[in-house]
């Protein structure tokens, strides 16, 4: 125990707090369909404290670089986990005691006899750094709306306890969707069995990462430092969208991603665009004419050796894409309408096509200012940030090596800090490189009991999306456009992974006004009652 | 006298204050070489006041879109010409009241029976947008420096009353240089011209503008308004650098000014870069794509028409611009090493080839972000603003049409206002192009009496610069690579105009970190003493 501290509630004890007081009580058996049936009961008549608990959680400021504020979050996710029975270590990686910590806690089933099986669930509470002034309301100032902003919800008070919950309803803050919904979900399922008298039929292991949205730089030295304690039948990764059409999806894979920093500069100085306008080299025109010629109108890469290593997609994989398509006719002419694009890259080329190829991608570029504080002048640099998405064959260092083999290609010295006064002088291009972590692309097979399981779970609970008992058919997808962390697990233990998103697809996740639609937090909650309810396969 | 404000002094009385107790006492004529010589022995006892007061005048945020601090500029400069003898009037532009007043001030020749001969000077006291976030020190804290600061110049307080001032010091504030400078001159020029009981020669008028940087808007409707009141034998633009080598500078034309911000569209939100990269449009990549091919490495825009109304230099203008050459060998290769180039633009070809050219320069790019609050997203837009410098034969809103034809030639479709949902889904491609006002470009002939009287008041002052009294040649340059409304004068009167900077040219105007070198101050108060007392041509 010693290397374990469990750590002391950080927030007010919940009104739907009730998991510990009924877990003395004897729990029956269900089936994913009953559990989530009886989770649905449960949220239908807390549903405003169990939001309640959730604005709580988004009011903590949690981005990775900000050390007091994601130790807070780590400290308060590990309360409400404790609360709830789970023995909880909050631990940072080793030799990085400054780093985000992991939470790690461990719930065994209560079914008679236990269950034998074991389950992890990976989620992350970091989220995205945020530009504040580009928020309606304070990015950890949650507030709920009748619906998403752009279609015109209007701001409202949280519901008071007992009052209904529209699925409808958003709520705005950093990381509703991204990634502290299943967190919040979790919590809920738990109470919503115990308070059905259900029991878990699974021994549950949480592995919540601090730093997902810097990377996960430590995610490795946590699961070697955990070690024999992951032992399990399988993972699942709960993060990302559910699909864009609105139904619920599982995925068996991810892009890969890299990043790489690049600054061209011009003079020592700001210039008068006046005085030297025509005959200093501007920096802007510069590093756009360099982007320019990165990707053509045509969506290709003109990077040399960009797509050589690229794996083409297997035959289940190709299958699944096709079976997506016949289930889902038009789907990406809807998503075209939805987010007001007359045309998509690359001449309208299939999505699904689109994103098993290695991508590039401008995040950001600034050079001077624009609007207000625009002057009339030659900035000394402007600088662009670029995201790489890899697929299955892409090594996120040869990547960047043939980013910085093209930028040389036109004549660019490459330096890696602010160029000296004598490199200035003797060189007429310069660019700083600058490269972010990144890491390789994984697929997982799509078939096995382990992904069975977690389908007929999905299954169960997709009524919530869809509204209605109908439900509604749940997708397979073969990789997700973005990226998380599998290769972690992937490369160190043999367990299937499935990814398993629960956030809206137009939650604004990494955006300021990051949302979560109501009705996927419910969909997320008798979706982990349904997984934490029905036999785990072998 | 109704539409007269005569503003009460808004500042301190100055500790070099003493001309108006001076103005009774009889005066004599004076060579522009002994008002000169009498100017610097006044500034060398009194540096440290006239320091004081110009920190006090930059003190005051400067910003023309900033109406209350736009008019205690007004009211604290008229309030020391008022001091000083001038008659003042402090009025807006003619139907806006809000809009940033002109300073208009009048001082009659003290010589004996009056000189009947008068000079309008016109400066601007408002200053460019500041970024205060990139300044070293905030703009409006006016802070001393040992020199410049990128040459390791160090944080030094104000003298104390009577301490010696080194020329080579640098103040540090919003305006130092462009264009507060030259108020300061004429204040401190006055001053030490009744304190050596030399007789003013001239009348002078001074009109001050209070939106030269944002593109002096009312500068005509001013004009009109007062009409007879501005006759004069000629016009000095006070404004502007000295040439790059350090040697004073006579003007006698400018570039004109246009300018163009362009928004390019991608989805109507942000989205994630993993699950939309390489389907969904990029509008940072697409601006890039669209600057890039407005100019090409070459250093030649490739807007359809933008050199076909380009007047080619007349013969007077080459046979200055080879004078300059002549005098100043090697100049260019000096110049580029001081900024840290290695290459100019264009292949090397001649700074004053590049400047009679028209020009398109990118002054501020900005899409999402960079650095810290960069995220992995496609952004909804990414702006860039552009100036375009015009040369005598361009029109300012002809020149802007082509630009926009090239947009349309790009498959653009133009939009003024953010396009709407109906317009979104019809173009793949829009742009939204909003126009900033803009002015021609104006050359005046670079002889006549009136010019050399300009001259030789430079020339007089010229020791200040060269920091012995040797003096250094003054240089005739055809025209200016900057814009200044001298247009507005060149319709309507038919006075000649010669622009006779003071700054240094290294004072980052328009930029973070602007600054005014002291000696430069020096030789503002001796160009202005000589001007004043020596007799002006008819």
Known sequence: MSRRRRIAAALAVPAAFVALSAAAAPRSAATAAEAAAAARAWRDAHGAEILADFARLLAL??????????????????????????????AAPPGAPEAPPVVFAELPADAPGGAGRTVVLYAHYDGQPVEAE????????????TGA???????????????????????????????????????????????AGLARRVDV??????????????????????????????WLFLDGPVHQSGRPQLFFGVRGIAGLDLTVYGANRHLHSGHYGNWAPN????????????????????????YDTVEPLGEAERKALAAIERELPGFEDDLRRELGLAASEAGGAPYAERIALSSLNVRGFVGASVGETAR?????????????????????????????????????HLVRDEPTAAERLEHPKIVRAVRRPGYRAVRTPMDGPFAVWAAAAAEAAAPALAGDEDGTTVLRLPT???????????????????????????????????????????????????????????
């Open 283 to 306: 920096p802007i025109l510069e590093l756009a004419r360099l982007l320019a010629g990165m990707k053509g109108e045509d969506g290709r890469v003109r990077v040399a050796g960009f």
């Open 205 to 234: 292991k949480v592995l919540l990462d601090g730093e997902e949205e810097a990377g996960s730089p430590h995610l490795a030295a946590h699961v070697e430092r955990l070690a024999g304690r992951l032992a399990a039948d399988g």
């Open 376 to 412: 009339n002048v030659i900035p000394p640099s402007a600088t662009a940030s670029l995201d790489v998405r890899l697929v299955a064959g892409n090594d996120p260092e040869a990547m960047l090596d043939r980013i910085e083999d093209h930028l040389r290609a036109q004549r660019y």
């Open 61 to 90: 400021p949690n981005v990775a670089s900000d050390g007091p504020g994601i130790r807070a979050n780590a400290r308060a996710i590990a309360g409400e986990l404790e609360r709830r029975g789970f023995a909880v270590e909050v």
């Open 149 to 195: 902003i752009e279609a015109g919800g209007t701001r409202r008070p949280l519901p008071a306890a007992g009052e209904p919950v529209d699925p409808d309803w958003r709520i705005y803050a950093r990381s509703a969707g991204d990634d502290k919904a299943p967190i919040q979900a979790l919590l809920a399922a738990v109470d919503a069995l115990a308070a």
């Open 480 to 538: 997700l456009g973005g990226s998380l962390p599998l290769h972690v697990i992937a490369d160190r233990l043999a367990a299937p992974i499935v990814g398993l998103p629960i956030a809206n697809h137009d939650d604004n996740q990494h955006a300021p006004d990051e949302n979560l639609r109501l009705a996927n937090l419910f969909y997320g909650i008798d979706l982990l009652a349904a997984l934490l309810a029905a036999p785990a396969p072998r």
């Open 134 to 145: 580009r928020w309606t309301n304070p990015p950890w100032s949650p507030t709920l709306y």
